[in-house]
């Protein structure tokens, strides 16, 4: 069973350019995270969905950043425009609720997009 | 904000000595987990713990919570170098997680 499938694995592009991420979840699964690594912050979340719903988005930077699930198998995040401070891992990851759980299941992680912005 | 501080942020070890990662929060989670990330990929789930006190062991890593369930420790024995990489705890919180500032691992021959 293919996991969680993320598009390009590295993307370099110049400042002010338009970045769009892609994420491809485990089929089934109903929540779908959106994560940047970095040196100094570690990991942070950015937005999640449920159901392809935005659920919280606090963690989204500025209004440069956007993120869509238009359907249960495909999320994007875009970054418009870019700017060098946006370098980093950026990660995707898919779960699934289980009835009765009261704790944060398990999350699948893909790959990651490593984003250099010159 | 809920916030998760790891100790110590960089560890360099030799093959087959033991070592201990901490995790600690203000705050209260509903369970901890462990992740580990290797170079170029990630993270991946290792263990979940949700009882205060609990205690789980995966081969040659101890996995504690806190009895407060503020905080959690991970004990590597005899640690190899494949144990080298990223370990993150992650807190619960509903439907989402907090992740620690994680603990750089690097484990020699």
């Known amino acids: 069973d293919a996991g969680v499938i993320q598009s390009p694995r590295h993307e370099v592009t110049e400042m002010g350019q338009e970045v769009t991420l892609r994420c491809k979840p485990i089929s089934g699964h109903d929540y779908l995270f959106w994560y940047r690594q970095t040196m100094m912050r570690g990991l942070e979340l950015l937005i999640y969905f449920n159901n392809n719903v935005p659920i919280d988005d606090s963690g989204m930077p500025e209004d440069r950043f956007s993120a869509k699930m238009p359907n249960a198998s495909f999320s994007t995040l875009k970054i418009q425009p870019s700017e060098p401070r946006d370098s980093a891992v950026y990660f995707c990851?898919?779960?699934?609720?289980?009835?009765?759980?009261?704790?944060?299941?398990?999350?699948?992680f893909g790959p990651g997009t490593r984003l250099t912005v010159l | 904000t809920q916030l998760l501080e790891q100790s110590p942020q960089f560890l360099s070890i030799q093959e087959g000595e033991n070592l201990t990662v901490y995790c600690n929060s203000s705050?209260?989670?509903?369970?901890l987990q462990w992740y580990r990330q290797e170079p170029g990929e990630g993270p991946v789930l290792l263990v979940t713990v949700v009882t205060g006190g609990e205690v789980k062991k995966l081969k040659r890593l101890t996995f504690q919570f806190g009895d407060a369930r503020k905080d959690s420790s991970l004990h590597i024995t005899a640690a190899q170098p494949g144990d080298t990489g990223l370990y993150l705890c992650a807190g619960g919180d509903t439907d989402k997680l907090i992740f620690g500032t994680g603990t750089r691992l690097q484990v020699f021959p």
């Open positions: 705050s209260v989670f509903s369970s």
């Open positions: 990851a898919s779960s699934l609720y289980v009835q009765g759980t009261e704790y944060g299941d398990t999350q699948y």
